[in-house]
């Protein structure tokens, strides 16, 4: 028999070494080389040679213009917020990878959808780190139809896909890919090349079969996806669950989507049936106080498809030793760093010697620069202790030179205001409509100290 090959990968990039190196030289991260033990020159996979047909079964070569553009047949989950974020539904032959913390809800969520689809077309639920009794138990609480729903308790990626031969099914669910193990490699399950090897075999099985396949997976500490960063390049999506445990709001954004918009957010809330689906996020993040306070201003942001209003709110207060805080949860702390020197710069404010704490109500985290225009008002309004009209929405990206700069689906962010009751909104000049919104009253701005002025004789 030959001998196995050893390698090693970088679990960030995916590059590959002949022997361990502290550093990467291909992404410049440290610590991220694992050795990775390959299966030997003979070794057969479960469905014949290993690396046969791995996006599908092997067809002849074809121009590109007899290929066939009927459209994929989509299969709903039964959840509006789950289809969105997948890009209309379940497509045939697709490899979803779904991530998130320890408790956020990705075996409820799956179990949920797996037990309703499994009326309609044949599902199988293979298990790895919880018993049948486990999952079944959790079935039932839930009140979930359980009698057509096949399950399996495994972790060898062979017998996985014997029994999937035999069964047949549309849907199959792994849960998890970390605790599955294919038997030619000899590093423990949990490992760069175990995770990487069983997600290969799995999604191979998927491509030849039509077969829909999910993969639950792990997350780091920083909230990245746990295995080798070759992994995301195998699947067809991938989506992250994502809610702290005080909260009871959970967030599904797509990660990468091959069939769909990429960072679409759907919003479930975990109640004791389960997670149901928020189909109206921006009336939950707008449960405001009935008096204004300083530091707090809403704002609109686009999530995917659709625009959404969220509340962000702002502390500044004077620092009490000899070094300022900047804290932002919910936002990128290094955007807030800068956008705190220009506003010195070009707004006229010192804030240097201030203590300076922003946060994004409801967990939701925005990472587009829409938000930068309504996170200096929040901290303006902080600042000089006066608070903002309730009835203000406030969007626009900031310049390093003091310019407002127009922000992509302007006049749909301002609709969504309006269709929530907000009369003012304080956005780009480039993002204000041609014709007049009724109930709405738009303040245009160019310059950050227009809209300083702006903002004080509201």
């Known amino acids: 028999m030959a001998k196995a090959k050893t390698a090693y990968v970088c679990t960030e990039c995916g590059a590959d070494y002949s022997k361990w190196q502290g550093q990467c030289t291909a992404c410049q991260t440290w610590n991220t080389i694992s050795e990775v033990r390959g299966v030997s020159n003979n070794a057969k996979g479960a469905r014949g040679v290993r690396f046969e047909g791995f996006a599908g079964s092997l067809s002849a070569v074809q121009s590109l213009d007899d290929v066939s553009l009927a459209e994929q047949t989509r299969i709903s989950t039964g959840m509006q917020e789950f289809d969105r974020v997948l890009g209309g539904g379940l497509v045939e032959g697709s490899a979803v990878l779904m991530g998130g913390h320890p408790g956020a809800g990705k075996s409820t969520l799956l179990l949920q959808a797996v037990c309703h689809l499994a009326a309609s077309v044949p599902a199988l639920y293979v298990t790895g780190e919880e018993s049948l009794q486990q999952v079944a138990m959790r079935a039932k609480r839930l009140g979930l139809p359980t009698k057509d729903l096949k399950m399996l308790s495994e972790t060898s990626v062979e017998r996985v896909m014997q029994v999937a031969e035999t069964e047949k099914p549309r ?3 792994v849960d998890s890919i970390q605790v599955m193990h294919v038997a030619d490699i000899e590093s423990a399950p949990g490992s760069v090349s175990q995770v990487r090897e069983s997600a290969a075999f799995l999604t191979r099985f998927a491509k030849q079969t039509g077969t829909i396949l999910f993969l639950v997976g792990h997350v780091t500490k920083d909230g990245s996806l746990a295995g080798p960063k070759v992994l995301e390049h195998m699947i067809d999506c991938s989506i992250l669950l994502e809610g702290s445990s005080d909260s009871r709001y959970r967030t599904l954004r797509g990660i990468k989507n091959r069939f769909g918009a990429v960072n679409e957010l759907g ?3 975990m109640l004791e049936q389960g997670l149901k689906e928020v189909k109206n996020p921006s009336a939950i993040f707008l449960n405001r106080g009935e008096e204004a306070s300083p530091g707090s201003v809403v704002m609109v942001v686009w999530e995917g498809t659709r625009p959404m209003l969220v509340e962000i709110q702002a502390l500044v207060d004077m620092a ?14 290094n955007r807030l760093a800068m956008l705190l020197a220009v506003l010195h710069r070009h707004g006229g404010l010192h804030v240097s010697d201030q203590d300076v704490f922003v946060n994004v109500v409801g967990g939701v985290k925005v990472n587009e620069t829409s938000a930068d225009l309504a996170l200096l008002a929040a901290i303006v309004s902080s600042f000089r202790d006066r608070a903002l009209p309730q009835d203000l929405v406030i969007f626009g990206e ?4 003091g310019e407002i700069r127009p922000v992509p689906s302007g ?3 301002i609709n969504e ?18 014709k007049a919104i009724q109930g709405m009253k738009v303040i245009p701005v160019t310059k950050l100290s227009e809209a300083i002025t702006a903002l004080e004789e509201l």
């Open 411 to 413: 006049q749909e962010r």
């Open 417 to 434: 205001a309006a269709k929530h009751g907000f009369t003012r909104a304080l956005v780009p000049k480039a993002n204000a409509p041609r």
């Open 320 to 333: 009490q030793g000899g070094y300022p805080r900047r804290v932002a949860v919910g936002l990128d702390q």
């Open 171 to 173: 849907i199959l669910v």
């Open 398 to 401: 900031v310049g390093l030179s």
């Open 267 to 269: 919003v479930f809330a």
